[in-house]
């Protein structure tokens, strides 16, 4: 892709205040979430005896206050952000690579083997996919790395037909035939010459991967079949909130605002992205 | 084609991918590591064996499987693994009203909010109207029901005391209220953002501005020729609004303590309970095929081209 598309698109995106707003943002909550719990004075399961259930700004060190147990919220909120964010970056990864690879070799092979592997893809897609989730957490026992693998078995499949379509229509494109008649063989045309344009949709569809993906998880820790006690979730931090709510209603607020900025955050950048991206604006 | 035998097509086109589900949910809990009756404390293994063979475990996965196949065919779900007195039948019996009432109602309320403020937001494209709905339904959009729920329970149950939090009594309309404007709200924001944005577009095409030069009215412009082809887009997203109000209803169901479906299906999901999970999952399977299969049928028939045709 010439450089001038992404010199375009990095102006626009620049000028685009809310979006800047939102990726610096994000970059403050990476940042906290990754050392925060490091530099405080407090561990995530870490029981302060003398300061349960107090309020924000009251225990002294509490900055967000506890939870009933005495843990420290804000750092137990950091450290479930944490692993919301690893576990939808990991998963959006494992979407990625499989996606990428999936829709570019069927886009580019065509005739059977596109027909025989996206026929795979759309019988995976009508499938219940929260339910299979549930199942799979039913069987494999809770965890992250369940979550992991039961959010990415099916995340994949919008990037694979998305990159397809790209694949198909770059198929057609002077510079392919070019490769071809150059000499590159098939593996080599589809890693050096698809795949490379095919980065702009799939860094959108990335970034508007990741809010989805913390929101599957939260919601299965949510429902506590995801991320168990005493690692901490956004999802199962929100659930605890809720149970407390009428006395405690801060143990609600603190993860649910946080799960909320992120998501938006995301939400916002990767509709910003894909309006910079998108050469018809220009 | 005819519609039923379009409609026809799209029955049989629903059936491999339900057993599909059925294949796919039995194969997968029979892959599980461990039992239904590992529990903290280990079972002796006469019990286990009398367990394992009162719930025909102990035969190969096939004769299982075709045991199941045929028990479904006959609508029994089997035995639920943890609530020993109940087969899976009834615990479905026992929770789809609830969950179909509970769904339906966000259903239908999601759309009839959404639709018309997304037309309005249209209508009032760049004004304060329009900014004001639109910024509702991104916030709609980033809240997820769990964030939702409680909220609405702390506000109107807990603090303003309207309504009740949770519990449910047949035939008391308010224990219903706030889970369904909980599961309603995010459907509210998508329809009305897929609402305005088809709307906008709509009312750029050329039939339009050639309705208006006929000199007809605005109004007879946006509800005769514009809102037909701009509603399309919406009706398609019915499906996946269904399955959003379905993964919803099992949040809401357990925070409210709604005795429905989606609540079973937790904590089976949690007692690791085999055949409660895939039989809630494949009921879930089941309609949720259904309600895509109505929301194209919707859509084949307020599409002219595919009416005329007669083909989607």
């Known amino acids: 892709m010439s450089s001038s598309l992404w010199d375009a698109a990095r102006a626009a995106l620049a000028r685009d205040r809310l979006a800047m707003a939102c990726a610096a943002m994000l970059a403050l909550l990476v940042v906290a979430a990754v050392i925060g719990p490091q530099i405080l004075d407090f561990r995530e399961d870490e029981i302060d005896w003398a300061h349960m259930a107090a309020p924000p700004f009251e225990a002294p060190g509490h900055w967000l206050g506890t939870d009933r147990l005495g843990r420290d919220l804000l750092v137990r909120t950091l450290h479930g952000m944490r692993v919301s964010l690893a576990i939808a970056l990991a998963a959006t990864i494992v979407s990625l690579v499989i996606g990428v690879a999936w829709g570019a070799i069927a886009g580019f092979r065509r005739g059977r083997t596109d027909a025989l592997m996206m026929r795979f893809v759309d019988v995976l897609y009508s499938l219940p996919q929260v339910f299979f989730v549930i199942i799979l957490t039913v069987v494999f026992g809770r965890g992250p790395l369940t979550i992991l693998v039961a959010i990415g078995a099916f995340g994949w499949l919008t990037m694979a037909r998305?990159?397809?379509?790209?694949?198909?229509?770059?198929?057609?494109?002077?510079?392919?035939?070019?490769?071809?008649?150059?000499?590159?063989?098939?593996?080599?045309?589809?890693?050096?010459?698809?795949v490379p344009n095919l980065l702009g949709p799939v860094i959108v569809f990335s970034t508007l991967t990741l809010p989805q993906v913390i929101l599957v998880e939260s919601f299965l820790s949510f429902l506590g079949i995801g991320i168990q006690e005493p690692l901490a979730s956004l999802g199962n931090l929100i659930a605890d909130g809720a149970a407390e709510m009428e006395t405690a209603p801060w143990m609600l607020a603190v993860p649910a605002g946080c799960l909320m900025l992120v998501v938006f955050c995301f939400n916002f950048l990767g509709d910003s992205l894909r309006d910079a991206l998108d050469p018809r604006d220009r | 084609m005819s519609t039923f035998a379009f409609v026809l097509r799209r029955l049989l086109g629903a059936?491999?991918?339900?057993?599909l589900v059925v294949t796919l949910s039995f194969l997968l809990t029979r892959l599980a590591p461990g039992g239904p009756f590992d529990e903290e404390q280990?079972?002796?293994?006469?019990?286990r064996a009398n367990l394992e063979a009162a719930y025909g475990l102990d035969q190969p996965v096939y004769l299982q499987f075709g045991r199941y196949v045929q028990g479904l065919l006959r609508g029994d779900f089997g035995p639920s693994f943890r609530?020993?007195?109940?087969?899976?039948?009834?615990?479905?019996?026992?929770?789809?009203?609830?969950s179909l009432v509970l769904g339906a109602a966000a259903m239908l309320l999601g759309l009839a909010i959404g639709i018309p403020a997304g037309i309005w937001a249209a209508l009032s494209r760049g004004r304060a109207v329009d900014r004001f709905v639109m910024a509702l339904a991104v916030a709609g959009i980033a809240v997820p029901v769990f964030v939702v729920a409680p909220l609405l329970a702390l506000v109107f149950g807990i603090w303003l005391q309207w309504l009740p939090v949770a519990g449910f009594v047949p035939g008391r309309p308010s224990d219903l209220v706030l889970p369904v404007v909980a599961l309603a709200l995010p459907l509210i924001a998508f329809a009305a953002r897929l609402m305005r944005g088809s709307l906008l577009e709509v009312m750029r095409a050329p039939w339009i501005r050639a309705a208006r030069a006929r000199g007809l009215r605005e109004r007879t412009v946006v509800m005769r020729h514009a809102l037909p082809a701009a509603i399309l887009p919406v009706v398609s997203y019915a499906g996946p609004a269904a399955a959003a109000v379905l993964a919803g209803s099992l949040v809401v169901e357990t925070l409210f303590g709604l005795p429905g479906m989606g609540r079973h299906l937790v904590q089976g999901a949690l007692n690791r309970d085999y055949t409660l999970v895939m039989g809630m999952v494949i009921v879930y399977a089941a309609l949720m095929i259904a309600l895509n299969l109505l929301a194209d049928l919707a859509y084949a028939w307020l599409d002219p081209r595919i009416r005329r045709e007669g083909r989607p």
């Open chain 2, 83 to 98: 609530f020993r007195d109940f087969t899976v039948g009834e615990l479905i019996a026992d929770g789809l009203p609830v």
């Open chain 1, 162 to 194: 998305i990159v397809r379509g790209q694949a198909l229509a770059l198929r057609e494109r002077e510079f392919i035939e070019a490769a071809i008649v150059g000499g590159a063989g098939p593996a080599r045309i589809v890693v050096r010459h698809i």
């Open chain 2, 15 to 19: 059936i491999p991918t339900l057993a």
């Open chain 2, 42 to 47: 280990a079972l002796p293994p006469e019990v």
